[in-house]
């Protein structure tokens, strides 16, 4: 029966290898990648005076960083709008038809914007394992602005490198079959009631970063900070709607990659007919001005009411502050008597004994958490260095003397992009 | 501290000035006070004025001590 | 090999029931009782050497006696580790338990590990200080027990890295520790969910502080006649602050003799806090803690008498972590001097 | 009005807005808003904005209102709680500071304060 809503197909084109070549193409599992007009795409923005592009793969001895943003290439094939609305397509309302996916692959962007940096991935070695981003093939930007560029500009051309150059890539899949196709749909309210009336009704209420340079994020190109709390479709999600424009503290904050594949909103898909009504997305922001962060959450709870659910998984995103937002969140959408979940991280120092959140209610009794990003790790030195390897000694998490003569560095576990996700998206935990 | 004093079988009066915080730690009886950094002083009156309010104050969780309460118990009066 | 001594009680000794309970500590050589699973489970690895059998009312009733004993019982082994129980629900034996282990730990510096129910008296007393592995309620789960304590056992005795206890089965001790799960962290907050909209149980992975409540204690029958202490968290102490109390965080209360005292002066008094602008305190320390107008009432017979010392700590209100375990101190001793009521003040 | 360290947002807006400038570090500024709160002012910005760690930038900006009213619990409950999380941060403090750095810290700072004043 087709129903009113939004129904996407992904169709995935799995990605087992990346490799240069004169001509940019997908062939058996590997993504070919003609390194000159990839150059050519970053150099027509003018803020550039060069560029190089490099291969990072699973199991090789390469560290990136720092790490600004890491997004996965697809393409629409079907279906209104191209991916990233609003920013680099046109303002259309995406999340239908069809749309295709180099999985496996990704693009990272890497700059030296202010003189502290954080975000490393390690390809191999122990610091590999708390970065999902060691398992994609990767195209790694390493962009040199001009001279006077200010941070402002710096950021936002390094941002549109990275979509420019992943839709370059997800172009190349258009008018292939894929491997696999995912289908998800979203009907309407009122047929969503209908459908599964004996199931409990779930909605999802996922928090943005929106607190000015390098820490906002983007809705249909709207800068977060300036939106009030809304519904989104999950599909549109899955077509770039919502992208990254923060990783000051890489460990917890959600890179484009992360909102493509929102492992929330994935995860409820897969339960959705089964044991829960998956109803929709609300996205809500999180400012710096108390009065925001009271409206945004008051709008969240009252969104959740009115789209009748009896419960609701709450993600944050970042350190500090946003735990106010979380726990607003939280007890007031609780105090509408819908059940929450709440997905966050830790700062517990290193030796685990402090109080973790800036924030705590008894409201919040059901919590799942991505780890202490205080915890101390060593990472080895690798072969290769990616990026800007002078930043290693001033990168957030680290401390005097974190990077050694033979290149090892010593630091908390925040400086690894993705390491701690408060979307749930990894396995790592704490107790 | 105050639930640990409770805890050990003694009655605990908590003269506070912040009462939801007083209540969110688990005092039993509490005796809402002036100013943080003043809690039982008030500097903008008179040495004199000041000791008729504290006498009033230290009065009042005198009475509380004496009152049985099952319940967390904000004396105002 | 590895050598372990293996603290067990009257019972599990098979030397009887409570009508046992008073023997004093003994020592006998190799596994005795579910040392024997035990001494299983290690293999080769390790052997238990001795094992230290004691009643439960003796080791209660003659806390320091039994203690001296045992600890030069297991210097003489210098065992590699020292397994104490388990003791499921039994609430003397887990004390016995905890305790033994704690003063072997403290004292002789070797490994140690217990077991007992979760709702022993002695897990809540020492699952923050040592290893306590969560067991079933009862002797059946003895199995199950030593499933878990083996494992952990060695890995203490070896000195490896202990993972997180949900891993390693021991009770959360309050230090978070990372480690890998099965699932990812989306898919364990769409279980939870669903538990909790179920009504079923769940376990939150970051239980929020503690916000139990103490039911309030009776009224004091005639405060004309009662003993009334000053406890206070807005850190009044004598003037120069002579403990060193820290302004913040502080690892110390303070505890002042005010006999004799009869108003708290700028010369004499001053705060220690630094959760609030101390200018109005060190000017009248009376204004934080009203030393003045009770013994103003002390005289007038409004109450019985004033105590003798007040008590001093710099609580600011929403941090109560180490005010507690000070607390919990002192109001044994306000107990132990007759106190009838206390007056606590905080800024 | 705004209590800040920075001289970058004191430069710009001392003119324009009341402004409180401390000499010191991080943890005097949250010591500096809590007795303001402690007097009666609300609390407008939230003291730990911005992801950058309290133990990395030396630098922070809040803003609070210009009147006094009955003290807000709100405000209280939040700086009290930034002050412990500054605490535990402090155990380890975050050395290496350039001059380039120190400018980057102050920028950030200011753009953080901005995104509240919407300019």
Redesign the interface.
């Known amino acids: 029966m087709e129903v009113n809503g939004l129904k996407l197909e992904l169709g995935y084109i799995f990605i087992k290898d990346i490799q240069f070549a004169e001509k940019s193409k997908v062939e058996n599992g590997t993504l070919y990648v003609n390194k000159e007009e990839v150059k050519a795409i970053i150099l027509e923005d003018q803020n550039f005076k060069s560029a190089d592009v490099e291969l990072a793969k699973p199991g090789e001895s390469v560290r990136i960083m720092p790490v600004k943003d890491v997004i996965e290439p697809r393409v629409k094939v079907e279906g209104p709008g191209g991916i990233f609305p609003g920013m680099v397509s046109k303002v259309e309302t995406v999340g239908s038809g069809k749309t295709n996916v180099l999985k496996g692959a990704a693009v990272i962007t890497t700059g030296k914007i ?3 940096q954080e975000g490393i991935i390690d390809m191999t070695g122990p610091g590999a394992e708390y970065t999902p981003f060691s398992q994609t093939n990767n195209l790694v930007l390493v962009c040199e602005p001009i001279e006077s560029l200010k ?2 500009e710096h950021e936002k051309a390094l941002r549109f490198a990275g979509y420019k150059v992943a839709m370059y890539l997800g172009e190349l899949a258009k008018n292939m079959t894929p491997d696999q196709v995912d289908t998800f749909e979203t009907p309407t309210l009122v047929e969503g009631i209908k459908m599964y009336p004996e199931l409990p009704r779930v909605a999802y209420v996922c928090m943005l ?7 906002d994020t983007y809705v249909y190109g709207v800068d977060a ?1 300036q939106t009030i709390s809304t519904l989104i479709y999950p599909t549109e999600m899955m077509d770039g709607a919502i992208v990254s424009g ?1 990783c ?2 890489a460990c917890d ?1 959600n890179t484009t990659y992360h909102h493509l594949n929102n492992p929330v909103v994935h995860d409820l898909f897969a339960e959705h007919g089964k044991t829960l009504n998956f109803v929709g997305v609300i996205i809500t922001n999180e ?7 009271e409206r945004s959450s008051n709008w969240s709870a009252k969104l959740a009411e009115y789209l009748g659910v009896d419960g609701v998984i709450v993600s944050e995103e ?4 946003p735990d ?1 937002d979380l726990i607003m969140n939280c007890k007031k959408i609780e105090n509408k008597g819908i059940k929450t979940v709440l997905i966050t991280d830790e ?1 517990a ?2 030796d685990g004994t ?2 973790s959140l ?2 705590a209610d008894v409201r919040a009794n059901a919590v799942v958490t991505g780890g202490n990003a205080n915890e101390v790790i060593e990472l080895p030195p690798m072969d290769k260095i990616i990026g800007h390897v002078e930043v290693a ?2 990168i ?5 003397g974190s990077l050694h003569a033979d290149g090892s560095i010593t630091a908390e576990l ?1 400086v690894i992009t993705g390491a701690t996700n408060e979307m749930g998206f990894n396995k790592l935990s704490a107790r | 501290m105050v639930k640990e004093i409770e805890r050990a079988g003694i009655p605990v009066v908590h003269m506070c ?2 009462v ?2 007083s209540l969110t730690v688990g005092a039993n009886r509490i005796v809402p006070t002036i ?3 003043h809690p039982l002083g008030n500097p903008s009156l008179t040495l004199e004025e000041e000791r008729d309010i504290r006498r009033n104050l230290v009065g009042r969780a005198l009475r509380a001590l004496e009152t049985e309460v099952t319940e967390q118990t904000v004396f105002e009066k | 090999m590895l050598k372990v001594v293996h603290y067990i009680n009257q019972f599990f000794a098979n030397v009887g029931g409570e009508e046992m309970a008073h023997i004093p500590a003994e020592l006998r050589e190799g596994n005795v009782g579910p040392g024997l699973a035990f001494q299983q489970a290690f293999g080769d690895e390790a052997q238990i050497v001795a094992t230290i059998v004691c009643g439960d009312s003796y080791f209660n009733e003659n806390m320091e006696e039994a203690q001296k004993t045992i600890i030069n019982m297991v210097k003489e082994l210098q065992p590699d580790l020292f397994i104490a129980g388990p003791a499921f629900n039994a609430g003397r034996y887990g004390v016995a338990c905890g305790t033994i282990a704690k003063a072997v730990k403290d004292q002789l510096n070797i490994p140690v590990l217990t077991g007992m129910y979760k709702e022993n008296p002695g897990a809540d007393m020492f699952k923050t200080s040592l290893y306590v592995v969560s067991t079933k309620n009862s002797a059946a789960g003895m199995r199950d027990a030593v499933k878990k304590m083996a494992p952990l056992a060695l890995k203490l005795a070896k000195g490896e890295k202990i993972g997180a206890s949900s891993e390693e089965g021991y009770m959360p001790n309050g230090i978070r520790k990372n480690f890998f799960d099965t699932e990812r962290g989306s898919k364990r907050a769409v279980k939870m969910l669903l538990s909790k909209l179920a009504d079923k149980e769940f376990e939150t992975e970051f239980p929020m502080p503690d916000f139990d409540r103490v039911a309030p204690n009776p009224a004091v029958k005639d405060i004309t006649k009662a003993k009334i202490a000053l406890v206070t968290s807005g850190g009044i102490v004598p003037k120069g602050n002579p403990d060193h109390i820290e302004s ?2 502080a690892s110390k209360y303070g505890k002042y003799d005010i006999d004799g005292v009869m108003d708290l002066t700028e010369a004499t008094y001053e705060t220690a806090h ?4 101390p200018v109005y305190a060190n000017l009248d320390p009376d204004r934080v803690l009203p030393v003045d107008i009770l013994r103003e009432f002390e005289k007038q017979g409004k109450i019985g008498s004033l105590h003798r010392y007040f008590y001093t700590t710099v609580g ?4 109560v972590k180490s005010a507690k375990a000070f607390a919990a101190k002192f109001a044994q001793e306000l107990k132990a001097d007759g106190v009838d009521a206390v007056i606590l003040t905080s800024t | 009005m705004i209590i800040t360290n920075n001289e970058k947002v004191y430069d710009k807006y001392k003119d324009k807005i009341k402004i409180i400038f401390v000499q010191g570090g991080f943890k005097d500024v949250l ?1 500096k808003t ?2 303001k709160i ?1 007097e009666g002012h609300e ?12 133990n ?1 930038t030396p630098f922070k900006s809040v ?1 609070i209102s210009d009147d006094k009213r009955s ?1 807000n ?6 700086i ?6 500054y ?3 402090s ?6 500071m ?1 001059d ?2 120190t ?3 102050k ?2 700072d200011l ?6 004043l919407n300019i």
């Not at chain 1, 970063?209 to 820490?215: C, R």
């Not at chain 4, 753009?111 to 509240?116: D, F, N, Q, R, Y």
């Open positions: 202010v003189g502290f941070q402002h970063q929106s607190q000015g340079l390098m820490h900070k923060n000051v503290s904050k400012n710096v001005y108390l009065a925001d962060k970042g350190f500090g502050n106010t700062y120092g290193r402090s109080q800036a924030d000694d001033v957030a998490g680290g401390f005097d925040q | 000035t912040i939801p915080i100013a943080i950094p | 913040s965080s630094g959760g609030y602008d600011n209100g929403t941090a | 010591v809590r007795d402690h609390l407008l910005t939230h003291p730990l904005s911005s992801s950058v760690k309290p990395e803003m003290l619990l709100d405000s209280l409950y939040i009290e709680n930034s002050i412990m999380t605490d535990n941060f155990k380890h403090k975050f050395g290496m350039t380039q750095i400018e980057d810290f920028l950030i753009t953080v304060l901005e995104s509240a």
